[in-house]
């Protein structure tokens, strides 16, 4: 490995990582007029969620083996290329079905840049910079789907919904010049190693039969329904049921990403403190009393945007113990040579968890808040089984 200083490429790279979760949630005040726009239902344009969590899942089993066969510069640019164009495909859509299939040419794109940009700061830093570098990009992918529908609403009610999708466009292109005139090969011929897609898929079966990393995943994967169930399903419930003006929908979904930051942080300073199953538990305990708040409001009538701030923090709260935890777990539960193969197939149930739960609210006509106060709530038990089940057992006493 070869050491440089992490200031010159980090902030491009926290760029890469904000390009890809602006990409999610930007557009999201924007889907009731998607759907009035292009003629389509809501659940339809709900897809335009899932099919760029789903494509996400996939590609990220391909594009990490084909950065390490072939470097880092070159896919990354022509993920970028691609990301740049599906932004533009999307604003230009004349149809649901076209925009669909720009949001999936899009997600390549998107999955490119995350994935690329981690492999990037593993070959040019460790140690405690390592360890910045990896806050800096951790940081943006907390803070990104935070902000971007705040700028979306705004974008919506001044320029229509095809605005948002030209400013990811504009993002791509941005990070596609400099990445082009800033960023060097990161890989060297001699480090690159290709990996056999059976190897792989062996490698893969394998770790899906490691207890506690298939506990660890899989309690992560389920509160990932539940989050991207929550993104998928409260521009209905807020703007088309409640009447939320889709210029305000960012600011009352704030205490989500909020609630997340905070646990997250609570959890880094905590760490030498209270152990990791630990960590693990009290975030279900709150998981689950937020979720089930959520249904309790929603069947009493009660459930209007503000008396939701506060379930949704403390379910964001809850999963900011859990998934940072949960994720350190499931690549501690295998050997080192298979952390990256680890890493990989954890982001694939986490995104395919999430991609299922996008099309699970698109699924349920939504009359109030309480059909996807239902789903997350039944998420959060299910996360909080498969810990109790798989990982609590082997676990030593916490």
């Not at 466009?169 to 596609?176: E, I, P, S, V």
């Not at 939701?308 to 859990?322: A, D, K, N, Q, T």
Request: with cysteine; net charge positive; aromatic share 10%.
């Amino acid at each position: 490995m070869t050491t440089q200083t992490p200031a010159a490429p980090i902030a491009l790279l926290v760029t890469l990582m904000v390009a890809s979760q602006v990409a999610i949630t930007i557009f999201l005040p924007s889907l009731p007029a998607i759907a009035a726009d292009l003629g389509t239902s809501q659940a339809l344009a709900q897809m335009t969620v899932s099919a760029y969590l789903g494509t996400f899942a996939i590609a990220q089993l391909v594009v990490g083996p084909l950065s390490d066969a072939i470097g880092r510069r070159t896919p990354l640019i022509a993920g970028l290329i691609l990301f740049t164009l599906g932004g533009l495909a999307c604003a230009a859509a004349p149809n649901i079905g076209f925009l669909i299939g720009a949001r999936v040419v899009q997600a390549v794109g998107g999955c490119t840049c995350i994935v690329i940009s981690r492999a990037i700061v593993r070959d040019t830093t460790d140690g405690a910079a390592a360890t910045r570098a990896m806050a800096y990009l951790g940081m943006s992918l907390a803070v990104a789907p935070m902000v971007a529908p705040l700028i979306g609403g705004q974008l919506e009610a001044h320029f229509g919904w095809q605005a948002n999708f030209l400013a990811t466009a504009l993002l791509g292109a941005g990070a596609l010049i400099a990445t082009w005139w800033s960023l060097a090969e990161t890989l060297p011929p001699g480090a690159r190693k290709f990996s056999r897609p059976a190897a792989l898929m062996v490698t893969y079966a394998r770790l899906s039969r490691m207890t506690r990393f298939m506990g660890y995943s899989l309690t992560t994967s389920a509160i990932g329904t539940a989050f991207q169930a929550f993104i998928a399903g409260t521009p209905v419930a807020f703007i088309l049921v409640m009447g939320v003006p889709p210029e305000l929908f960012g600011f009352f979904i704030l205490t989500g990403p909020a609630g997340y930051i905070i646990g997250n942080f609570i959890s880094g300073r905590m760490a030498r403190q209270i152990s990791r199953t630990r960590m693990i538990w009290i975030g279900s305990v709150l998981t689950v009393t937020g979720t089930g708040m959520m249904v309790a409001l929603a069947l009493t009538g009660h459930d209007t945007p503000f008396t939701l701030l506060l379930p949704v923090f403390i379910y964001s709260w809850g999963s900011g113990f859990i998934v940072p935890n949960s994720l350190a777990g499931a690549l501690t539960a295998v050997e080192p040579a298979a952390a990256g193969s680890a890493a990989a197939l954890g982001g694939f149930f986490q995104m395919g968890a999430g991609f299922l739960g996008t099309i699970l609210i698109a699924s349920l006509i939504q009359t109030s808040f309480l059909q996807l106060g239902l789903v997350m709530f039944g998420c959060s038990v299910l996360s909080w089984l498969f810990f109790v089940a798989l990982v609590r057992p082997e676990s030593r006493p916490a």
